[in-house]
C-alpha cells in the first residue's frame, strides 16, 4: 500500500486557490480517487476576535490559525493522508496550507497562488457584498485586519511554495502546469 500524493494550495483571501482546486479535483477525480480539503469548511462556529493593530477596532477573527478547530483539521487530514487510504490524491486548499507545519511537511507538492493586492480586494469585495455585507464593511475590515495578516501569515509562505502560480487563472496555464505535475508524479 501506498500513501495519497498530497497537494497543498495556500495563497491571500479571494487570490484563486479554490478555483484553482476544484479545476484540479474535476481533472483528477474521473482518473483516480481524489479528495479536496477546504480549511473553511474548520473554522470555528465561535471563532476569535482580534483587534485591528492601527484603528484598534475589534473584529471576530478569520484570518489567524486559531480561528480553526485545528484537532478536527489534522484528524481529517492524517486519515486521509495514511498509507492504505482510499484517497489517491489529497488536494487540502486555505490561508494556512503552507503554514501549518502538519500540512506543509506532508505535501509532496506545495502551490502558492498569487495575486495583487488589489484584484484580491475587488474579488473579495463583489463576493463578500453577494453575501450581504456592504462595500464599506468590506474594505474596512480588509484595510484593518485582513491585509496585515496577509502580510504576517500568508505572504511569507510562499517561500515553502514549489512553484507560485498567478491567480488569474482564465488568464494562464496554472491548471495545466499542475496538472502535468501531479500526473507525472501520482
Known sequence: MSKPYVVAIAGGTCSGKSTLTDRLEALFSPKCKTVAVHMDSYFKK??????????????????????????????????????GSDAQLVIVEGLFAL???????????????????DE?????IVKHMAWG??????????LDTVRFRHNELIEPTRWHADFVVNGTLDRNQAVQVAQCFIEKNL
Open 120 to 124: 484580491r480586494l475587488t474579488r473579495r
Open 46 to 83: 465561535e471563532p476569535p476576535t482580534t483587534i485591528a493593530p492601527i484603528t484598534r477596532k475589534e473584529y471576530v477573527e478569520h484570518n489567524h490559525p486559531d480561528t480553526l478547530e485545528l484537532d478536527r483539521l489534522y484528524e481529517d487530514f492524517e486519515r486521509l493522508t495514511a498509507e
Open 99 to 117: 503554514h501549518l507545519d502538519k500540512i506543509r511537511e506532508r505535501a509532496d507538492l506545495k502551490i502558492f497562488v498569487d495575486l495583487p493586492s
Open 133 to 142: 455585507q456592504t462595500y464599506e464593511q468590506v474594505t474596512e475590515r480588509y
